[in-house]
């Protein structure tokens, strides 16, 4: 049972660039999420998903875009990269609110 | 928006010893649950201890257990007989009621020594 895997683990761009973050869970959950971490910001919801199809904004959803096309994926795009989104994102994926989220690793980010 | 607010950025304690991580957080909600997460130097987050508002017992979970205050919004981290292990950042994290948002505070960072 691998949980909520991400991929890549570290990446560089260059500004402008675009580029895709996989995040895919085997845990049948109807919940996930993108969160990026800056130093001294704690975790801020980027995108979510309630189920296969949806997506709705977070707290800092500008110059990011996701896609829920499989219950088991959430992708999340960068389409011009800016140097204001080098940060570490991490997935996360629930079942029930009781219970939390589960992470995945995360992926850090540099855009130079 | 939800805010949560940890008020020590950073804290040490010596091993063995007790030491206690404050959180405060505000919601419309009379039911939701908080929620607080540890990040070692590895960066994963690991759920450490989960709390139910409706229900007045504290959690516990070993060596850690909260004081869960529903009507000051308090909802503060007791680690007990602490290891270099528990070295992390420990984050608070109530739900938002719908969606299962979760809203994290900025995070205690939190060294153990031996």
């Known amino acids: ?112 | 928006a939800q805010t949560v607010t940890q008020s020590q950025p950073e804290m040490s304690v010596q091993e063995a010893e007790t030491v206690t991580l404050s959180c405060t957080y505000d919601t419309s909600e009379n039911n939701y649950y908080l929620f607080w997460y540890k990040q070692p130097p590895s960066r994963q987050m690991i759920l450490v201890i989960r709390q139910e508002a409706y229900k007045q017992q504290n959690a516990t979970e070993n060596r850690f257990s909260v004081n869960f205050q529903k009507a000051a919004k308090s909802f503060s981290l007791k680690i007990s007989d602490s290891q270099l292990g528990d070295t992390a950042m420990y984050f608070c994290a109530p739900d938002g009621g719908s969606n299962y948002k979760l809203t994290f505070g900025k995070g205690t960072l939190l060294t153990v020594n031996p």
């Open chain 1, 1 to 112: 049972n691998a949980g909520v895997t991400q991929t890549p683990k570290f990446r560089v761009l260059k500004t402008g660039q675009s580029m895709t973050l996989l995040c895919a869970q085997d845990m049948n959950h109807e919940y996930m999420y993108w969160y990026r971490q800056d130093p001294g910001m704690g975790l801020r919801l980027i995108h979510y998903s309630v189920g296969e199809g949806t997506t709705a904004k977070g707290e800092v959803p500008d110059g990011y875009n996701v896609s829920r096309l499989k219950k088991q994926n959430f992708l999340l795009g960068l389409e011009s990269a800016a140097p204001s989104q080098t940060s570490v994102y991490f997935c996360a994926s629930s079942r029930d609110r009781a219970y939390g989220y589960t992470f995945g690793s995360g992926t850090r980010l540099t855009v130079v």
